[in-house]
């Protein structure tokens, strides 16, 4: 598994095809992101071709196999049950036009 044996093409090809997919995550996600617990995402095509990878560095806590000394306060059953209405759940498509 190395990135250097993609073809110039890779982006060509579907990643159902093993030796791809395996050889595009190690272009994505160096040794080192993976020895510091860096997540990817790699997004596709509804066709199975490469479109994106999104990587998300985790913080050194997820790695530990105890937990930290001071837990997070933000845990959800201390989160409302219920969104606030008042706070809009998504944005609009289009910007205003007065902006």
């Not at 044996?5 to 791809?20: E, F, I, M, R, S």
């Not at 059953?77 to 606030?84: F, K």
């Amino acid at each position: 598994m190395s990135f250097e044996n993609l073809p110039p093409t890779w982006t060509d090809h579907p990643l159902t095809d093993p030796a791809v997919t395996a050889n595009v995550i190690d272009l994505m996600l160096t040794p080192g992101d993976r020895h510091h617990g860096t997540l990817a995402v790699i997004l596709c095509t509804p066709t199975n071709h490469y479109q994106a990878t999104l990587t998300i560095d985790l913080p050194p806590t997820h790695l530990t196999k105890h937990p930290p000394a001071h837990p997070p306060t933000d845990l959800p059953e201390r989160r409302p049950a219920h969104p606030p209405t008042d706070v809009p759940q998504r944005r609009p498509a289009h910007p205003p036009a007065d902006l």
